[in-house]
């Protein structure tokens, strides 16, 4: 289960955060799809198996949204903001970067 949220585009997709935790700081996750169901399973085909959207208490903001759309995948990740909100100034990074590293840690 992950913290996060959805924004509906006015072209009838969405844009899915969610916040997973993978190492000590954790990661935000974004992508951009039809539904919020088809965001969910396209993360669960890369193997995220345990991800659940429940609520929508940290939406994308305006600047989130606007990465996502132009990443060609669509699916993008940074790691999280720090529990102050203070965010690093990080480039988002294809989905790929973080799927070659270490196994996510899942909360069960």
Known sequence: MAAGGFCKLPNGTVVVALNLPYGPAGV???VHARNRARALTRLRNLGLRAIYLRGN???PTPDEIT???HHPDGLIWRTAPADNGVMVNELWHPIR???RGPALVRQG
Request: hydrophobic share 75%; aromatic share 0%; no cysteine.
């Open 57 to 59: 208490a940290e939406p």
């Open 28 to 30: 935000r996750v974004l």
């Open 67 to 69: 990465a996502v759309l």
């Open 97 to 99: 970067a973080l799927l």
